[in-house]
């Protein structure tokens, strides 16, 4: 199915994943505004969803707040604190739960992370009908993932435009 103005599509962004990558590879934060336009591309976009952790920074709900104004929901995660002092906090079964339940009210669906760990719910949701998209960026982003999908957007092949102070 290709990209057509009619559709209607969903972006789900692994804000972790996508936070370590571009600090990683560019050592600079993510612009989710371009983001979630190049996501959206002129398509009906019924929701926007940025999974994020809440980890006691002083700078975070300022980040939360802006990824409101750009347009995005944030479902926010507490950090756990373990007793051997490690900490967790992943939004995996969130954004596998969220996507299978949006799946039959959509045409297209734009998951932002490299994890593979989600090849599994690409064909899942694919199976359903729903057109997959991968945004993320080459190298730190699996090729199962990206041999799941029905595209894949490399970020890396711009990153002026996608991550800040490029």
Same mark, same amino acid.
């Given at each position: =199915?290709?990209?057509?103005? /009619?559709?209607?599509?969903?972006?789900?962004?692994? +804000?972790?994943? =996508?936070?370590? %990558?571009?600090?990683?590879? &560019?050592?600079?934060?993510?612009? &989710? !505004? !371009?983001?979630? *336009?190049?996501?959206?591309?002129?398509?009906?976009?019924?929701?926007?969803?940025? &999974?994020?952790?809440?980890?006691?920074?002083?700078? *975070?709900?300022?980040?939360?707040?802006?990824?409101?104004?750009?347009?995005?929901?944030?479902?926010?995660?507490?950090?756990?604190? &373990?007793?051997?002092?490690?900490?967790? %906090?992943?939004?995996?079964? $969130?954004?596998?739960?969220?996507?299978?339940?949006?799946?039959?009210?959509?045409? %297209?669906?734009?998951?932002? +992370?490299?994890? $593979?760990?989600?090849?599994?719910?690409?064909?899942?949701?694919?199976?359903?009908?729903?057109?997959?998209?991968?945004?993320?960026? $080459?190298? !730190?982003?699996?090729?199962?993932?990206?041999?799941?999908?029905?595209?894949?957007?490399?970020?890396? /092949?711009?990153?002026?435009?996608?991550?800040? $102070?490029?």
């Amino acid at each position: =199915m290709p990209v057509h103005p /009619d559709q209607s599509v969903s972006v789900l962004v692994d +804000t972790q994943n =996508m936070y370590h %990558a571009a600090q990683s590879l &560019y050592s600079n934060n993510l612009d &989710y !505004s !371009s983001v979630l *336009e190049e996501a959206a591309r002129d398509r009906r976009l019924r929701r926007a969803l940025a &999974y994020v952790v809440r980890t006691d920074n002083d700078e *975070e709900e300022s980040f939360f707040d802006a990824l409101t104004r750009i347009g995005f929901e944030t479902k926010v995660k507490e950090m756990k604190r &373990y007793p051997d002092g490690t900490r967790k %906090a992943n939004w995996d079964m $969130g954004i596998a739960i969220d996507a299978i339940t949006f799946a039959p009210h959509l045409d %297209a669906m734009v998951l932002c +992370t490299g994890d $593979g760990d989600f090849t599994r719910l690409i064909h899942h949701v694919r199976e359903k009908g729903v057109r997959v998209e991968i945004m993320g960026f $080459g190298s !730190s982003t699996s090729s199962d993932l990206v041999e799941a999908a029905d595209a894949f957007i490399d970020m890396s /092949d711009e990153p002026q435009r996608f991550v800040l $102070g490029f």
